[in-house]
Every structure is written in C-alpha cells, then in structure tokens.
C-alpha cells in the first residue's frame, strides 16, 4: 500500500473521531544510536519518521547515550535543534538532565519507556510539561488490584514474590491495596528465583490451601511454577505482572497463566492500516515504534488544538482526547495516561489474549 494513500486513510479516519491533522510538527527524537540499546532506538526512530513527511512534519535525530555524563550535550543538541517537542527518551537520566531546559524553553517532552514516578513527581512541582506515553509505576498494581478484586474475591488468594526490588514493591502494593478494602492473603511467600524447580514452593501453596496465585516474580520463574503445579496435580490459577510479557527462557509459558500487561498494539484495529504499510516497506510494527508512530501524530493534532484557542503545545495535549494508532490517548492533570492501558491477558498458544475476550479469568 503506498504511502500517502496509507496517510490519507489514518487522516481520514482520525477526523472522524477528533481534529484534523495540523500543517507539521518539528519534532526531535531522542534514542540511542549505538550501544546496547541501540536496537530499541532504531524502533523509536522508525516509528517517529514513517510517513511524517507526508504530513509536513519534520524528525530530527538526537542521540541518547543514556548516560548522566552525556546530560549537557543532549540537552545543547535539543536545544539547538530548533524543534517544538521533543519525544522518545528511553533512559530516565536523559530526561532528568534534559527537562529542566526543555521547560524553560516551553518545549514538551514525551517518553515512550520511563516510568519513574518519582521523576514525574519532581515535573509536576516544578511544572515541567512533561508526559508520558508509558503507564506509571503506580498504575500497574493498582490495575492488579483491580482485577484480583473483580475477579478472585472471595477465593483463597496467595501473594508470592522473588525477593528483587521490584517484586516486592510490587507484591507489597498490590497487598496494600487489597487490604484497605479488606482481603487478606491466605498465604505470602518470598521463594528464591533462577531456580530450576520450585517444587517446595509449590507444596506450600497446595498446603495453604490457595487456589489463586498473584506472583511479582519473571516470566521464566512464573513458567517453572505453572510447571511444577501441573506436575503435582496442584491446581493453582497464577497471575503475574507485566514482566510476563516477554520470551520464553528455559521452561515455556503454559497455556492459562494471566498476566497484566500491555496488548500489542499492532494487533489493534486502529492500527492496522499503518502496520500494513510499516510492514510492506520493511518495518516491523514491535516494540516502541507504534507508540513513536503515536507521539508523533499526537503532537501534530495537540498542535492543531494550540492553534484552534491559541494555547501552548504543551497545554493543548491535556485539553482533551486524540486518537492515534495506540488507541484514545489523553492525559489527566498528573500528565499521566487518562486511561491505563494495562489489560488483563491470558496466555494462549504462543501469545497474550485478552481474558475477558475468552470468558477466562479464573
């Protein structure tokens, strides 16, 4: 499919939902071009330029070493590189060196990976127009939450975790949360992670009596419990988090594990048309390249909104709801997503599918 016929598509049926495309964005674009993060830059990249010509939108390069040391001569390069917006920033001490001099030039910033809550904290008290494309740290558990809520109340519930920090953030969150409305856990547990067999593990939770297993362990420790539970005929349903989300190590995932995690959008069918197109000119929709694709297309209608009541960009992307290929996307007062987009997903057949979709949430 060529091009702008693509572009004339995406256009057409964003202005059936929301405001038209304005002339352009100029647009730098911050993601590492060598290293080991490299791969994920060229995402970030071929995301952001696909097609923005076609829409008088202009990307410009920045290179993001992710490095405290390289801070200044990020922030001298975005500087200088005359752009309205900046987007991408995979690394959180590249936006913390870079913020405070995008603000005082009334330049917003998008992430597409950080999610530090502490960082937007800090943006939000000094009023940096800073925003972010990835959920915070905080909406993950409270999804949980959530979902343990409506879906296991009132079952014998388990909270595991592997012991690193972000697990038992994690674990300890989701177990704050659950007991301000009242549910106690029938079993919690810090089991040792990496390990080939988690059999012991497994007999504790048959013992407890626990039916349903939150776990803030990795895909491949969540993998060998599932495992372990089949083979001693335990039936446990396990959930875990959005670290799930990832490939297949020594023990493959089995069938019914849940997980809270991101759907892939190019599955989406507001981004079908363009993932078609990425596809036919030899770019893989994975990763950060749709929401690249996204930032881009976000800041071109919040800059269209800017013109419309003669607002900043910065202040036009809270004024309300645009569609772009990752779905409606619009930020609330916290300059976090209005609506999470973390979903309960069930493993199927080698992927993630939505759980409500198959009526499987036990």
């Known amino acids: 499919m060529p091009k702008s016929l693509v572009t004339s598509l995406f256009v057409a049926a964003l202005a059936l939902t929301g405001p038209a495309f304005a002339a352009g964005v100029k647009v730098a674009v911050v993601a590492p071009e060598e290293g080991s993060f490299a791969s994920l830059g060229r995402q ?153 067999q988690q059999v012991s593990l497994v007999r504790r939770l048959a013992k407890s009596g626990a039916t349903h297993v939150f776990t803030g362990g990795d895909r491949n420790d969540t993998a060998v419990i599932a495992r372990d539970a089949k083979a001693e005929n335990v039936p446990i349903t396990l959930f875990g988090g959005d670290t799930l989300n990832a490939a297949d190590l020594d023990v493959p995932l089995e069938n019914g594990v849940l997980a809270m995690t991101i759907p892939d959008p190019a599955r989406s069918s507001e981004a079908a048309a363009v993932a078609k197109a990425m596809r036919a000119a030899k770019i893989e929709p994975e990763g950060y390249v749709l929401p690249a694709f996204a930032a881009v297309s976000l800041l071109e209608q919040a800059k269209d909104q800017a013109a419309k009541d003669g607002s900043s960009l910065a202040d036009a992307l809270t004024k309300g709801t645009y569609p772009t290929v990752l779905g409606p996307i619009g930020f609330n007062s916290a300059h976090e997503l209005a609506e999470t987009p973390y979903r309960l997903m069930r493993w199927q057949d080698g992927r993630f599918v939505d759980a409500a979709a198959t009526g499987s949430t036990e």
Request: proline letters at 6%.
């Open 44 to 196: 970030i990249s071929a995301g952001a330029a696909f097609q923005a010509g076609d829409r008088g939108s202009q990307v410009i390069p920045i290179n993001e070493n992710c490095d405290p040391a390289g801070g200044e001569a990020l922030t001298k390069a975005l500087l200088a590189s005359g752009a309205e917006a900046a987007i991408g920033f995979l690394c959180t001490e590249s936006l913390e060196a870079a913020l405070p001099a995008l603000a005082e030039a009334g330049i917003p910033a998008i992430t597409v990976s950080v999610r530090s809550d502490i960082l937007m904290e800090d943006a939000l008290k000094k009023e940096w127009p800073f925003y972010r494309l990835a959920p915070s740290g905080k909406a993950e558990a409270a999804a949980i939450t959530d979902a343990i809520v409506a879906n296991w109340k009132g079952r014998p519930l388990a909270l595991i975790d592997d012991g690193t920090i972000h697990s038992r953030e994690l674990v300890e969150s989701v177990r704050n949360g659950l007991a301000e409305i009242g549910i106690t856990p029938v079993f919690t547990d810090t089991y040792r992670p990496s390990q080939e």
